[in-house]
């Protein structure tokens, strides 16, 4: 059974920056496709980032396009996610998910996703 662990989150100010990371065990990292979701108080769950297997397709939501980046490191195996210039509307709790798929297109779909780290905290606030 594949297990997620995030951790990275934490509060900042409008304008800091944080990194995110999810700890991919119980299965080979690289036969997955992983992506970020994000939920706000009293809003449903999105995706922000993903992943594909092979690291070529990146997709981000246009929240997040040109602030927020995806990696992934096959050695540890952990996908990061990088925020830059946060503000208030990107304050809520982030999950990790998984698909097993090889290459190909990823996707920011909840419903396509199968497993799901216990989430994290991110609190963006002056």
């Known amino acids: 059974q594949l297990q997620l662990v995030e951790s990275g989150g934490g509060s900042v100010q409008p304008g800091e920056s944080l990194k995110l990371s999810c700890e991919v065990s119980?299965?080979?990292?690289?036969?997955?496709?992983i992506a970020w979701f994000r939920q706000a108080p009293g809003k449903e769950r999105e995706g922000i980032a993903c992943?594909?297997?092979?690291?070529?397709?990146?997709n981000y939501a246009d929240s997040v396009k040109g602030r927020f980046a995806i990696s992934r490191d096959y050695d540890k195996p952990t996908v990061y996610l990088e925020m830059n210039s946060l503000a208030p509307e990107d304050t809520g709790d982030y999950y990790c998910?998984?698909?097993?798929?090889?290459?190909?297109?990823?996707?920011?779909?909840?419903?396509?996703?199968?497993?799901w780290g216990q989430g994290i905290q991110v609190t963006v606030s002056s």
């Open positions: 998910a998984a698909y097993q798929r090889y290459g190909g297109l990823c996707v920011l779909t909840r419903s396509t996703y199968d497993y």
């Open positions: 992943i594909s297997t092979n690291s070529v397709s990146r």
């Open positions: 119980g299965g080979k990292m690289s036969y997955y496709t």
